[in-house]
Nanobody, 124 residues
Framework: QVQPVESGGSLVQTGGSLRLSCEAFGGRRYTVAWFRQTPGREREFVAAVKLSGGFKYYGDSVKGRFTLSWDNAKNTVFLQMDSLNVEDTAVYYC???????????????????WGQGTQVTVAS
């Protein structure tokens, strides 16, 4: 069981960019995902990658602005976030699991391991 570790959260201006990192996986069997949460709201799916086939999935609110990539040698998944707006402000969590069916990719309860989260704040 891996323990994801996130980094890269910060304060940024509207229209700016950030890259989050998640050191999460111990092999290509993993699915690694990003979720985000603001106070009083449910955790929202942001993006995920099935490392075994390189299949990537994005939430509707970030599609076209956020991009996943990964470095197998470093066991790290990156989330490049561009064109940020105030609605992107949240705590971003990295999650990982070895066995996730495609229909559950966007479901937070499907993931077995979670990081502590990293704060992203977008100022207007």
């Amino acid at each position: 069981q891996v323990q994801p570790v996130e980094s890269g959260g910060s304060l940024v201006q509207t229209g700016g960019s950030l890259r989050l990192s998640c050191e999460a996986f111990g092999g290509r069997r993993y699915t690694v995902a990003w979720f985000r949460q603001t106070p009083g709201r449910e955790r929202e799916f942001v993006a995920a990658v099935k490392l075994s086939g390189g299949f990537k999935y994005y939430g509707d609110s970030v599609k076209g602005r956020f991009t996943l990539s990964w470095d197998n040698a470093k066991n790290t998944v990156f989330l490049q976030m561009d064109s940020l707006n105030v609605e992107d402000t949240a705590v971003y969590y990295c999650a990982a699991s070895q066995t996730i069916i495609t229909s559950s990719i966007r479901t937070s309860s499907a993931y077995s391991s979670w990081g502590q989260g990293t704060q992203v704040t977008v100022a207007s």
